[in-house]
């Protein structure tokens, strides 16, 4: 076996790297929380995950996007964070999809073929959508919620969708994936009450832009890739 991943087999044995290495991940949002997942997973020895972002690189993710440095910024965020995970494990099977997720391009990816989803984007109809199709098909999911103008990552929780409080997001996601018959999802939240940024930024859009430090989206990250690894060691 890969002696990179050495002090990972010292905890799960060869036959738990070749089941990640024949294991398949898909990744929407590779942001703050998304990009940090995705480095868990790829540092596990997950053997094939596909990234689905639209967006590029912007000067403002370099406070807490693992792909943002300088060189990269103006970059398609899936192309940097390919990059990245091959420098980590070229063998790695990587996809990229320049893709704005909505119920709208919903069928332009195939879920089917995947062993875990993992939900790290930001727009609502776009998570639902996931859970939704998630329970259709029975891939595994894992969804993270709201980690901007948040503080203390030691707050974050892993649970089902409908044990949640405190969270804004969290409500609105029970609210209407129960509407929609969706029984259970397992998220990701925080229980800090969300704080009030200081100032918007100028030129921006109309939407609230929310305040994020270096360590709440990527701890809430890491804790999803723990998650799947350890859901996918355990099939």
């Known amino acids: 076996m890969d002696s990179r991943f050495l002090r990972n087999e010292m905890l799960i044995g060869e036959e738990g ?121 029975s891939v595994p999911i894992i969804s993270c919620m709201g980690t901007g103008n948040k503080l203390h990552p030691e707050l974050l929780r892993v649970t089902d969708i409908y044990k949640t409080k405190m969270c804004p997001l969290c409500r609105v996601m029970r609210r209407e994936l129960s509407k929609r018959g969706v029984s259970r999802l397992k998220v990701v939240y925080s229980e800090e009450p969300p704080l009030v940024p200081s100032f918007q930024p100028e030129g921006g859009s109309k939407r609230s832009v929310p305040g994020s430090m270096p360590f709440v989206p990527p701890a809430a990250g890491f804790l999803i890739a723990s998650q799947v690894v350890l859901d996918i060691l355990a099939m």
Not at 50 to 74: F, K, P, Y
Not at 95 to 119: C, H, K, R, S, W
């Open 17 to 137: 790297l070749k089941k990640l290495a024949g294991a398949s991940v898909v990744v929407f949002g590779v942001g703050g929380v998304g990009s940090s997942a995705i480095e868990g997973l790829a540092r596990s020895g997950v053997g094939a995950i596909t990234l689905v972002d639209s967006d590029s690189v912007d000067i403002t993710n370099l406070n807490r996007q693992l792909h943002a440095v300088s060189e990269t910024v103006g970059e398609s965020k899936v192309k940097a964070m390919a990059e990245r995970i091959l420098s980590i494990n070229p063998k790695a099977k990587i996809t990229q999809m320049n893709l704005f997720y909505l119920p709208e391009t919903a069928d332009e990816i195939d879920l089917a073929g995947f062993d875990y989803i993992v939900d790290a984007v930001d727009t609502v109809s776009a998570k639902i959508e996931l859970a939704v199709q998630a329970q259709k098909l």
